[in-house]
C-alpha cells in the first residue's frame, strides 16, 4: 500500500476534505493532492505530523509492505480471542473442581451413612485435586507460552522495521533533492517552502507589439551546483503551456517568455531538478494566477455607490470609486476615461485629468468621482455599461474594461442609496469582481 494510498484512506476515514487538512498543514490543497497521488513526497516534518495526527507511527506510514487498516483488524481479533479462550478454560476448570469438590460432599454424608470408609472418600477427592491442578498447570503452562511467542514476535517486528527506518531516513537525509523544511509553518504558500524569492517582471514589448517579453528571477533555498529550474505557465482559457527554461548564476536563476499582451491569466507550476530527483511545485498565490497585465498596466478597480433615483425624470445620482494597484501609473497610464452607457448611447462620462492621476498614484488612495445623468424617456435600456478605458505607452495599447448587465442595472432601482457595487477589481480572476469584458486596440476606440 503505497504513502500516497495511506494518506488518502487516512484523511477521508477523519471526514476532512483536502481544504481542511491543507490548512491545518499550512500549505496549498494542490500539496496534499499530489501528496495523496503519489506524484510527490510530503517532508519529514509532514509526516511527523500527518503520523501524530492519524495516530499511526512513522513505520506504519511509511513502509508500502504493510496495510495498515488489515493489520489493525488482524490484532483487534487476536486480542479479542485470547481472552475468552483462556477464561473459558479457566472457568471450566474451576467449575468442575468445585462442582466435584460439591458433590463429593454430599457423597461423603452418603457414603458414611451407607457404611463407605473415610479413607476411601479421601482417596477419591485427592485423585479429582491432582486431576484439577493438572488441567491448571497445562492452561497455565499453554497461555504463558502463547504469550511468549507474541512477545517475540513483537520483538522481531519491532526491530525489522526500526532497522527499515533508519535505513530510510538515512536515504532522505541523503538525498539530493532540494528540499526546505520550515519549522516556523509560517508560510501561506507552497512556493515560499522552496523558494527565497521569486518575481516576475516586464522586460520589454516585442517589435510587432503583441507580446510582452517577461524576465523571471528566483533564488532557491536549498540547491546544488547541479541543480536545474524549469517552469511551464498554462493559460487558463486555451491550456497552451509555455515552456521557461532558467540558467542559474551565483545562485540566482533567470528566465525569460514571452506572453500574448492579452487579459488571460496563468497556472504556473516549477519543476526543481537534482540528480534526476524532482520536486514540483506551485506558483500560483493563494487567491490569484499569474497574468501579463499584472506586470504592465496599472489595475484599475472600479466600485459604484447609488445614492439616489428619481423614477420619474429617470435619473441617476451617486459617486464611483476608481483605485490602483500600481502608484506609478501616472508615468504610463493617460487619457483614462469613464462612461456610463444605456442602449450604446452615452449618458455619462468623466475624464481624469492630471491631479486625479496625482492622487491615485498615492499608496492605497480611492479616487471619488460623483455622477449624475439622467435617460432619455424614448430609451428603453434595463441595464446600464459602464466602461473604463484608457492608454498604456509601454505596452503601446489602448485597453478598455467594460462591465454591463451583472452589478451595474441598480442604477434604474428605487432607494438607490443603499446599494453598493463593485464593478470590477484590479485582480480579474477574483470571484468578488463582475465578468469584465477586456479588449485592445493600437488606435483609439
Not at 487567491?287 to 478597480?301: I, R
Request: hydrophobic share 30%; with cysteine; charged share 20%.
Amino acid at each position: 500500500m503505497t504513502l500516497g494510498e495511506k494518506l488518502y484512506t487516512l484523511r477521508t476515514k477523519q471526514n476532512m476534505t483536502q481544504e481542511q487538512l491543507a490548512e491545518k498543514l499550512q500549505v496549498s490543497r494542490q500539496s496534499i493532492s499530489q501528496w495523496e497521488s503519489d506524484a510527490t513526497r510530503p517532508d519529514l516534518e509532514k509526516l511527523k505530523f500527518l503520523a501524530e495526527f492519524y495516530q499511526v507511527s512513522l513505520d506504519q506510514l511509511l513502509d508500502e509492505n504493510m496495510d495498515i487498516f488489515a493489520e489493525e483488524s488482524s490484532d483487534l481479533t487476536q486480542n479479542d480471542d485470547c481472552p475468552p479462550n483462556n477464561q473459558n478454560g479457566t472457568n471450566t476448570s474451576t467449575d468442575f473442581a468445585f462442582t466435584n469438590g460439591s458433590h463429593d460432599a454430599t457423597d461423603h454424608d452418603h457414603s458414611t451413612a451407607s457404611g463407605v470408609s473415610p479413607e476411601t472418600i479421601e482417596k477419591i477427592t485427592s485423585e479429582i485435586l491432582k486431576k484439577n491442578h493438572k488441567t491448571w498447570k497445562r492452561t497455565t503452562i499453554g497461555f504463558g507460552t502463547a504469550c511468549l511467542a507474541l512477545t517475540v514476535a513483537l520483538i522481531v517486528v519491532t526491530v525489522t522495521f526500526s532497522t527499515k527506518l533508519n535505513a530510510l531516513s538515512t536515504q532522505i537525509a541523503q538525498s539530493s533533492a532540494p528540499v526546505y523544511i520550515n519549522n516556523d509553518s509560517d508560510y501561506t504558500t507552497e512556493r515560499d517552502t522552496y523558494f527565497q524569492s521569486y518575481n516576475a517582471t516586464a522586460d520589454s514589448v516585442t517589435e510587432d507589439g503583441k507580446n510582452l517579453h517577461v524576465k523571471f528571477t528566483a533564488v532557491l533555498k536549498n540547491y546544488q551546483d547541479n541543480t536545474t529550474l524549469t517552469m511551464q505557465l498554462q493559460n487558463n482559457s486555451d491550456q497552451n503551456n509555455i515552456p521557461v527554461t532558467f540558467t542559474c548564476e551565483d545562485g540566482t536563476y533567470t528566465g525569460f517568455a514571452d506572453l500574448p499582451i492579452s487579459a488571460d491569466t496563468y497556472t504556473t507550476t516549477a519543476c526543481i531538478d537534482t540528480n534526476g530527483s524532482k520536486q514540483t511545485v506551485d506558483m500560483n498565490d493563494e487567491y490569484s494566477s499569474f497574468s501579463v497585465l499584472s506586470l504592465a498596466d496599472w489595475q484599475p478597480s472600479l466600485q459604484a455607490d447609488g445614492n439616489s433615483y428619481d423614477k420619474l425624470n429617470r435619473r441617476n445620482d451617486g459617486h464611483f470609486g476608481l483605485s490602483s494597484n500600481n502608484v506609478n501609473c501616472r508615468f504610463f497610464i493617460s487619457g483614462v476615461t469613464l462612461e456610463v452607457l444605456a442602449n450604446d448611447t452615452k449618458v455619462y462620462s468623466y475624464t481624469l485629468d492630471e491631479d486625479d492621476m496625482s492622487l491615485l498614484s498615492e499608496d492605497g488612495t480611492t479616487l471619488y468621482i460623483p455622477y449624475s445623468f439622467t435617460v432619455p424617456k424614448d430609451n428603453t435600456a434595463e441595464d446600464y455599461t459602464v466602461r473604463l478605458h484608457w492608454y498604456n505607452s509601454t505596452l503601446k495599447q489602448y485597453i478598455t474594461y467594460e462591465v454591463s448587465g451583472v452589478g451595474v442595472n441598480y442604477f434604474n432601482v428605487s432607494n438607490a442609496d443603499v446599494i453598493t457595487s463593485i464593478l470590477f477589481n484590479a485582480d480579474l480572476d477574483s470571484d468578488d469582481a463582475a465578468p469584465v469584458k477586456v479588449t485592445f486596440s493600437s488606435t483609439e476606440p
